[in-house]
C-alpha cells in the first residue's frame, strides 16, 4: 500500500509542463478544425441560402453545381488567408519583441500564461459567431486578433521547448521534445476525431464551448500549480531600467542582443540553416492544413467534416505514436545520427504530400496516415538540435525568434497556398501538395548537407551542452518572498530509463 502510494507521488512530482500543453493543444486543435468548417459554412451562407449551402454536402448535387461550389471554396479561401494574417501580424510582432525574452529575464511560467489568456478571449469570440451564423465571416476576425496578440500557439509551443530544453541535458533533449511533440500530436489525434463528428452532429456552439473550458482549465493550473523557473542574477543581468523600460524595451535589446551575438562561423551557419528548414517546414505544414479541408470536400472526394476529422484524428495519432514510441526506440537502441532521423522523416511526408495530391478515393487518401506516419521526427529533431547550439539563458530568445519567423512564414504560407488554391482549380486541384512536397524535398539536402559536415556526433551533439549544468537542472520557484530551490523531475523518466543503455543516468 506504501510503495503504491510513493509510486503514485513520484508520479505525479515527474508532471511538468505537460497538462498545460495538453489542454491548450488539444482546445487549439478542436477550435481550428471547427474554425475552418464554420469560415466554410459562413462563406456559403454569404453567397447562397441555407438551403442550398446544405445541399452542397451531396455528392450528387455538388457535381451538378461544380461552379457555385468552387465559388464557395474561392471565399472560404479568402476568409482563411484575412483570418491566418488577422492572428499572424501581431503574433510575430508579440513573440519577437517580447515572449522570448520574458521567459528568459522573469520566469519560464509567464511565456506560458499569456497564450491561455488570449485563446480564452479567441474561444469567446468563436463561440458568439456560432450562436449568430447568419453573421458576417468578418467578424470572425475579431478572436484572431486576440489570439495573435498573446502570441498565439506558435508562443504556447516556444514557451514549452524551452521549459522543456532548459531542464534537459544535451543528450536526452531530442526525446524530450519528442515527448512534448507527442503531447501535441495526440492532443490533435481526440480533438480533430471528435470535433468533426460533433459538428455534424450537434452543431458548432458545443466545440467551442468545449474549447473554451480547456482554456481556462489551462490558464488556471499554469498559474496556480505548474512550477516556475526563475533566472539567476547573472542570467537577469543589467536591472538599472525602470519598470515599464524593462518590461517593454529591455526584450527589444536582448532580442537584438540574441540575433548579433558573435558565434563561431559553423555555428552560425548551422544555426541558421536549422531555423530555415523549420521555416520550409511550417510553410509547407500552414499551407496543408488552410487547403485540405477544401480539397477533401471538393467533388469527387465531397467529404463530411466527421470523415475529415477521422482522417485527421488517424493521422496525429499515427504521428505522434512513432515519436512517442518509434523515435525513443531508435534513438536508445539504434547508433542512427538525429540528422538520419530528421531525414527519414523527410521522405516520409514528401511521400505523404505527394500521395495526397494524386488521390481521389477515400481509402487512398487514407493510405497516407501510414506512408506520412514519421513526418513529426523532424520538428523534434530541429528543435532539439538547435537548443543544443546555444546556452540556456539563451533559449527562450531562441525559440522566440523562431517562433515569430515561423508566424511570418504562416502567414506568407496562407497567402500562398489560399491565393493559389483556386487559381488550380480548373486544372489540378492537388498542385498545392505537389508543391509542398518539393520544398520538404529541398529541406532533405539541406539537412543531409548537415549530416555530412558532422561527422562525429552528428548536430545535436557537434557543439556540446554550452552549459556546465550538465548534471542536475534545477529551477527557480517562487515562494513567499524568496527564491527555493527544487528539483523538477519530467514525465517521461520512468518510460525513457527503461530505454536507456544506462539505467543509472540521471534525466536532469
Avoid at 457535381?63 to 494574417?85: E, F, Y
Avoid at 536508445?332 to 532521423?341: K, V
Avoid at 493510405?367 to 540556456?392: E, I, T, Y
Wanted: charged fraction near 15%.
Amino acid at each position: 500500500m506504501a510503495a503504491g502510494h510513493k509510486a503514485c507521488v513520484n508520479t505525479l512530482r515527474k508532471i511538468t509542463v505537460e497538462p498545460v500543453l495538453l489542454l491548450y493543444m488539444y482546445a487549439s486543435y478542436l477550435s481550428f478544425s471547427a474554425f475552418m468548417a464554420i469560415t466554410y459554412d459562413k462563406s456559403c451562407l454569404s453567397l447562397y441560402n441555407s438551403t442550398f449551402c446544405t445541399d452542397l454536402d451531396n455528392k450528387t448535387f455538388a457535381k451538378v453545381h461544380k461552379s457555385q461550389q468552387d465559388d464557395v471554396q474561392a471565399t472560404s479561401s479568402g476568409w482563411m488567408m484575412r483570418s491566418n494574417i488577422a492572428m499572424g501580424v501581431p503574433s510575430t510582432l508579440s513573440l519577437l519583441l517580447w515572449m522570448g525574452s520574458w521567459g528568459d529575464r522573469v520566469g519560464r511560467r509567464l511565456p506560458l500564461v499569456v497564450p491561455c489568456a488570449g485563446d480564452v478571449l479567441y474561444s469567446v469570440c468563436n463561440l458568439i459567431n456560432a450562436i449568430y451564423m447568419d453573421a458576417s465571416p468578418a467578424f470572425l476576425m475579431i478572436g484572431q486578433v486576440f489570439s495573435g496578440l498573446s502570441g498565439g500557439y506558435l508562443a504556447m509551443l516556444m514557451a514549452s521547448y524551452t521549459y522543456l530544453t532548459h531542464l534537459a541535458s544535451p543528450d536526452r533533449r531530442m526525446m524530450r521534445v519528442g515527448v512534448a511533440e507527442a503531447a501535441v500530436f495526440l492532443a490533435g489525434t481526440i480533438s480533430v476525431f471528435l470535433s468533426g463528428k460533433l459538428v455534424d452532429t450537434l452543431g458548432f456552439v458545443p466545440v467551442f464551448g468545449i474549447s473554451l473550458g480547456c482554456q481556462v482549465a489551462a490558464f488556471v493550473y499554469a498559474i496556480f500549480i505548474l512550477p516556475d523557473i526563475k533566472p539567476t542574477l547573472e542570467e537577469k543581468g543589467d536591472n538599472s531600467t525602470g519598470r515599464c523600460q524593462g518590461v517593454f524595451l529591455r526584450p527589444l535589446r536582448d532580442m537584438w542582443t540574441f540575433v548579433t551575438t558573435s558565434r563561431d562561423s559553423q555555428t552560425r551557419l548551422h544555426l541558421t540553416l536549422l531555423i530555415l528548414v523549420i521555416n520550409i517546414l511550417q510553410f509547407c505544414t500552414t499551407g496543408e492544413g488552410d487547403v485540405l479541408l477544401l480539397y477533401l470536400k471538393r467533388a469527387p472526394r465531397s467529404w463530411s467534416y466527421t470523415t475529415y476529422g477521422y482522417f485527421k484524428g488517424a493521422e496525429n495519432f499515427t504521428r505522434g505514436a512513432t515519436v512517442l514510441i518509434i523515435l525513443p526506440l531508435l534513438k536508445q537502441l539504434t547508433s542512427l545520427r538525429d540528422t538520419t532521423l530528421i531525414m527519414a522523416g523527410h521522405v516520409s511526408k514528401m511521400a505523404g504530400l505527394i500521395l495526397l495530391g494524386l488521390a481521389k478515393e477515400t481509402w487512398v487518401i487514407f493510405l497516407v496516415v501510414g506512408v506520412a506516419a514519421l513526418q513529426g521526427f523532424p520538428s523534434a529533431g530541429l528543435r532539439a538540435s538547435m537548443a543544443g547550439l546555444v546556452n540556456k539563458n539563451e533559449q527562450g530568445r531562441l525559440f522566440g525568434v523562431v517562433a515569430a519567423t515561423e508566424s511570418i512564414t504562416s502567414s506568407l504560407s496562407t497567402v500562398a497556398f489560399n491565393g493559389l488554391y483556386p487559381l488550380t482549380l480548373d486544372f489540378y486541384d492537388g498542385f498545392c501538395f505537389q508543391m509542398a512536397a518539393f520544398l520538404v524535398f529541398i529541406c532533405f539536402f539541406v539537412v543531409l548537407y548537415q549530416h555530412v559536415t558532422f561527422k562525429r556526433s552528428g548536430i545535436l551533439n557537434a557543439q556540446g551542452d554550452r552549459n556546465k549544468e550538465t548534471k542536475e537542472s534545477e529551477g527557480r520557484m517562487s515562494g513567499r518572498g524568496s527564491y527555493r530551490r527544487h528539483r523538477i523531475i519530467p514525465l517521461n523518466l520512468a518510460v525513457e530509463r527503461s530505454l536507456s543503455r544506462d539505467p543509472q543516468q540521471n534525466y536532469t
